[in-house]
């Protein structure tokens, strides 16, 4: 029943008189309440169901629309209320639901919108409709409102609404040929001129934000029909139209035929009320005793086991896939007309159009899902243009090496996705299929071009094969669309169209391979490794007693003036929220104080021993309770100078290793390597092609003889080419071959008849020699085993197949013993110490997994979990610390300590584990007394002399990989690089000389007022300057002063290494100062020693440590831009943009062009070393 309300707002419209609308004063008003009504309406859309029960649209609202367009605001809400009503069902309801009420109601919603597009049928709907879009389209963009825009959107969505209605079975059951609901909403839109209005939307430049809308509109006016009908139309070919209808009629009257004669030859002469009963021999029955027949003797072919049995009902979810609705031919005047628009469209729209869409589908300004359209127009317009007189300037937008890519990507997505969301697999199948039928229609296209007698043409679609065939990607596409098959998800007509094109593409790449002698193309190899673990931080090496008497000496004064002040005693010596209880954390609350105290944070470490005092009394640990001054500043300074053990930070615990090494990075190696065709056919010589040729075949009778002739095609490549008739020994394609040879019209199959005569004669010449012929019929086959099954079993070499050679009971029970013997033995790997002992044939570790577990030994192979590497705690035995002090002694005054000791230390070590077991044994005080000596004498000035022998390359990047990236810095010697300095003032570098200089100085003095050092880049900010950094003299002068270049692909910037110190890099600035004839003298205050360009200058100062403990390990780096920012950055920061010049020094001194680019590579560099 209709709501009370609605119904008087439906009564408020108008009333209709014959033909003759008449509407009431609130019709207006009404309308707009309708517009409220529907947007309230509840999930089970009542407020639309009523409506469409009360025939709202067809009684009020067009004929509103039909004598009153000249009220434009109520036109408007009349046009706003049908895109509403006319909404398709499935947006409505978001999808097809599944319990039976609300399918129901999106069913009864369903109904009445084909009722509305019933209604839309008629000539006077849609001129109206045309003659507003027409009026509006007249308008300019100056003149054009916002609502005339949006009356624009609303007409061709009502418009895509009506013709998205799909058609009722129920109702439409007429041959081809009749004019449906579709036809004749088709007509009216073409008598009233929307076509033309259509093309031009699709054709204006004006009109582009039309764009999709138009292609949604023009692939619906499509949707029933087949672009090679439409071609063949109205070409003289009336006989041709009718001569599938004729083959498939004299196919069905031969059948006729045959069973008529066989009926006639099985009745016998005499008609018998005794049928009799036989006794079939050799066809046993349930017991051991033969088959009872109880019928006539012509009923007997017929006869099977299953006679009388409940069919099995198959479970949805093994259904197959529905096909989705199949062409049917529509009216011939709507064939024609729509022939004609093809035409139309292809000549005056189509590239523009196809331009504009996919530029708006790339910028992502679609919807989603809005590619379809695109996929659907490529492969429909396409395929009309080659078979009405093959034009490629017509559809140049989609033929090229860009579309087969675009194509692909979606393809490959829709196939991912597919695989991933199992729940709308089937609706990305038919998305899947759309982009397979465009592909197609791209490769056919391109095979066209082919045959064109154009020189331009041909040269065109060989430019295009050769791309598409290099690259990997085409060539794997159709082996994964083969091998994921699924057909209770994708229907037979994709395998169809798979099919078809596989066989066409094979064909080309055939040809394209026949005219040359050899053939390069693109291969992939995707290879996993476990990530590396992150280098755990070193802990800091403890200062000397020297460095504790002197930072003793500076924190005396602060605690006497400390002592003498009363101070809070607010902190907390304990972490009351840790898992250790507070009794035990007094060895913690001593380290606090001894950090503070080493921080020479004096006042925190007295308040800290206080507190500890009054929570730990008992012992005297931090003192006596009455303690004085004096003896808190005695414990204070036993607390500083005390080794307290600390735990390093290396030590992590079994479970964090394992997580972390179980970390694995994918990497892609691109390669070419030259092309073989039968390497490439024999990838589809596999048992998931084979079913799913075999499934296809199974329908040969419906199937077209295109069809059936490429599915024959492959299957002939498989037994001939690669020569593997074994393959197709399958019982499942040998019923299908009796089903084909005892077929009345066979005849019309012949390629499929020679096919099986071909596979059956085979077969029987196999069986006479392998009598597991028959037995192999059951099973889908592999290469592997085809080869076995016509060579003979056990062929196979070892290492050739995969079928391991049978264990004979000799070793079983060795197996068996061994087993027995290791298995209680402690923290051996069982099935490792099993293999070090097996005799041969060496067997491989998951064979003897699987055969323990066979045996019964083991319930599974998780029992035997393979070691992973570094997940064993790493310690040393007395004896191999005897072996490395030995060792460390024997080497300790070669070039390189280290590198001789990892080669011939007995257990194997990484160098980090053996740098840090040295330290710990006290046999170096630091880790710079095992880096390798250099020959500067043997090294040119410009040679890296940090290169390691040969041999032990392995070891550095296991090392590099345990440990991290650690720098070797090369300090620079006195008066170094002063020959290059001259030679380059000479060849005029003498601007980025200063530039080189200015940076030195400036970081020298950066880090004595930081106190902090860091990596500094080099950013050449001029194009002088940075026409200097690649001159290789100038990159030699960088060497020889002790700069580094750039360590790897993330960056791009020589670097002043952190550990040279200030008084360095004023000595290599020195070095590469200008010398005049008549040096300046020094500045005031500074001895004559430090001016730049004296002889031996600096040559009295000692040279100070290079690495520091810690240096070089900060997260970011500080960048220095010589003549830009007068101050290193923090790390992290990012750069502070340069000041703008001032408005009189514009034209003096313009900002260099490359200068935001250079800052930019400097960010960016400096955001990827936070990152890692």
Same mark, same amino acid.
């Given at each position: ?221 499509? @949707? ?247 690259? +990997? ?17 994708? /229907? ?15 064909? +080309? ?20 490794? %476990? ?117 390093? /930070? ?55 003889? @295109? ?15 690669? @020569? ?14 009796? @089903?084909?040879?005892?077929? /009345? ?43 076995? +099954? ?59 997994? %699987? ?85 500067? %004498? ?53 601007? /980025? ?180």
């Amino acid at each position: 029943m209709m709501n009370c309300e609605l119904l008087a707002t439906c009564s408020a419209l108008g009333y209709l008189e014959g033909d003759v609308y008449h509407r009431e004063p609130d019709c207006l008003e009404s309308v707009k309440d309708l517009i409220r009504y529907l947007r309230h309406e509840d999930e089970t859309r009542d407020v639309r169901q009523q409506l469409g029960a009360a025939q709202i649209l067809q009684n009020d609202l067009l004929p509103i629309l039909v004598q009153y367009p000249q009220e434009k605001v109520l036109f408007d809400a009349v046009v706003r209320l049908m895109v509403n009503l006319t909404q398709p069902a499935l947006l409505c309801f978001g999808k097809v639901p599944a319990d039976a009420t609300s399918r129901h109601h999106f069913l009864q919603v369903l109904s009445y919108l084909q009722a509305y597009k019933e209604a839309f049928a008629s000539e006077k709907v849609f001129g109206v409709l045309s003659e507003k879009l027409y009026d509006l389209l007249q308008l300019d963009w100056e003149q054009r409102q916002e609502e005339d825009t949006l009356l624009i959107e609303r007409i061709l969505l009502l418009v895509r609404n009506v013709l998205h209605v799909p058609p009722d079975p129920a109702e439409e059951q007429g041959v081809d040929g009749d004019a449906s609901v579709h036809d004749r909403v088709l007509w009216a839109l073409h008598i009233s001129g929307m076509d033309d209005l259509l093309k031009f939307l699709a054709s204006a430049q004006a009109e582009q934000q039309w764009a999709l809308h138009v292609l949604e509109i023009i692939s619906l006016m499509f @949707r029933d029909q087949s672009p090679e009908e439409l071609a063949a139309l109205g070409q003289g070919q009336a006989a041709a139209e009718h001569g599938e209808d004729t083959r498939e009629l004299e196919m069905l009257r031969q059948r006729e035929l045959v069973e008529r004669r066989a009926r006639a030859l099985q009745r016998p002469s005499r008609h018998s009320r005794f049928g009799g009963s036989y006794v079939l021999q050799g066809l046993k029955a349930i017991g051991d005793r033969d088959v009872v027949f109880h019928k006539g003797l012509h009923n007997l072919k017929s006869y099977s086991h299953d006679l009388g049995k409940e069919t099995r009902r198959v479970p949805r979810r093994r259904q197959a896939a529905p096909e989705a609705e199949s062409p049917r031919r529509s009216a011939r005047n709507v064939r024609l007309f729509l022939r004609h628009f093809c035409q139309d469209f292809l000549e005056g729209c189509y590239n523009r159009l196809m331009l504009l869409v996919k530029d708006q589908l790339v910028r992502e300004r679609a919807q989603q899902h809005d590619e379809t359209y695109y996929l659907w127009a490529t492969a429909f317009f396409m395929a009309f243009n080659r078979r009405r007189g093959f034009r490629p300037e017509l559809v140049s937008e989609t033929v090229g090496v860009r579309a087969f890519h675009f194509i692909e990507q979606n393809l490959t997505t829709y196939y991912e996705m597919a695989l991933m969301d199992k729940k709308e697999a089937a609706t990305w199948a038919r998305r899947m299929h759309l982009a397979l039928k465009a592909y197609q229609e791209l490769l056919r296209t391109v095979q066209e071009m082919d045959r064109s007698p154009e020189q331009a043409v041909r040269d065109s679609s060989q430019v295009i094969k050769s791309n598409i065939f290099y690259l +990997m990607e085409y060539r794997e596409l159709f082996l994964a669309l083969f091998r994921k098959f699924d057909e209770t998800k994708q /229907p037979r007509s994709f395998l169809r169209d798979l099919v078809e094109t596989a066989h066409l593409f094979l064909r +080309m790449l055939e040809r394209f391979c026949r005219g040359r002698a050899s053939l390069v193309v693109q291969s992939k190899r995707v290879r996993r490794k %476990k990530k590396p673990r992150a280098p755990a931080a070193l802990a800091p090496q403890p200062p000397s007693a020297e460095e504790l008497e002197e930072l003793w000496a500076a924190l005396a004064p602060q605690l006497q003036a400390c002592l003498q002040v009363p101070l809070p005693e607010d902190m907390v010596p304990f972490d009351a929220a840790s898992e250790t209880p507070v009794e035990e954390q007094r060895a913690e609350a001593l380290l606090r104080i001894q950090g503070c105290l080493r921080d020479a944070r004096a006042p925190q470490a007295l308040r800290l021993l206080r507190s500890a005092r009054d929570v730990w009394p008992e012992g005297d640990v931090f003192g006596a309770a009455d303690a004085g001054p004096p003896e808190e500043t005695r414990l204070l300074r036993e607390i500083l100078f005390a080794p307290l053990p600390r735990e390093s /930070p290396a030590e992590e615990p079994e479970e964090e290793e394992e997580e972390d090494e179980e970390e694995e990075t994918e990497t892609v190696q691109v390669s070419e390597k030259e092309f073989n065709f039968l390497d490439y056919l024999k990838r589809f010589a596999c048992a998931p092609v084979v079913r799913a040729l075999v499934l296809l075949l199974r329908g040969y009778a419906r199937n077209t003889p @295109r069809t059936n002739h490429c599915a024959a095609r492959l299957l002939h490549r498989l037994a001939r080419d690669l @020569r593997m008739e074994a393959m197709l020994f399958q019982l499942s394609l040998f019923s299908l071959f009796h @089903r084909l040879l005892s077929d /009345p019209a066979a005849g019309a199959h012949q390629e499929l008849v020679a096919l099986a005569k071909f596979i059956l004669g085979k077969f029987f010449a196999l069986a006479a020699t392998n009598k597991k012929a028959f037995v192999e019929l059951l099973f889908w086959k592999s290469p592997a085993a085809v080869r076995e +099954m016509t060579e003979g079993y056990g062929s196979l070499g070892e290492g050739e197949g995969s079928r391991a050679p049978p264990w004979t009971p000799q070793e079983e029970q060795e197996l068996r013993e061994l087993y027995w013997k290791y298995k209680e033995v402690e923290g051996e790997d069982v099935v490792a110490a099993i293999l070090a002992h097996l005799p041969a044939p060496g067997r491989t570790r998951r064979q003897v997994v %699987k055969q323990l577990v066979r045996l019964g030994l083991a319930a599974s192979a998780r029992d035997f979990p393979r070691e992973r590497k570094g997940t064993r705690i790493v310690l040393w035995t007395q004896e191999q610390e005897e072996e490395l002090t030995r060792l460390f002694e024997e080497f300790h005054g070669s070039e390189d300590v280290l590198g001789n000791i990892m080669k011939h230390l007995t257990a194997r070590r990484s160098r980090a584990r053996v740098v840090e077991k040295l330290l710990g044994l006290g046999l170096v005080s630091e880790r710079k007394e095992l880096y390798k000596k250099r020959r500067r %004498k043997s090294h040119g000035p410009g040679q890296d002399s940090s290169a390691e022998d040969g041999d032990s390359e392995e070891e550095e990047e296991e090392d590099e990989a345990e440990e991290g990236p650690m720098e070797e810095h090369w300090l620079p010697e006195e008066g170094a690089g002063q020959g290059l300095v001259h030679r380059l003032h000479q060849e005029g570098l003498a601007g /980025p000389l200063r530039w080189l200089e200015n940076c030195l100085r400036r970081a020298a003095g950066d880090r004595e007022e930081d106190g902090v050092s860091h990596p500094v880049p080099l950013v050449p900010l001029s194009e002088e300057n940075e026409d200097a950094m690649e001159d290789r003299r100038f990159q030699a002068l960088l060497q020889q002063l002790g700069l580094r270049p750039p360590a790897s692909e993330q960056e791009s910037f020589w670097r002043i290494p952190a550990a040279l110190t200030p008084q360095q890099l004023r000595r290599a600035a020195a070095s590469i100062a200008h010398r005049s004839p008549d040096p300046p003298p020094p500045p005031q205050g500074l001895p004559e020693s430090w001016a730049p360009g004296v002889p031996g200058s600096h040559s009295t100062c000692p040279r100070p440590l290079c690495h520091l403990p810690g240096a070089g390990e900060v997260g970011g780096e500080q960048g220095s831009i010589p003549g830009g920012a007068q101050h290193p950055l923090p790390a992290g920061a990012e750069p502070a943009p340069l000041a703008p010049p001032a408005e009189g020094d514009e034209d003096d001194d313009p900002q260099p062009w490359g200068r935001r680019k250079r800052i930019r590579c400097l960010e960016e560099e400096e955001e990827e070393e936070d990152d890692d």
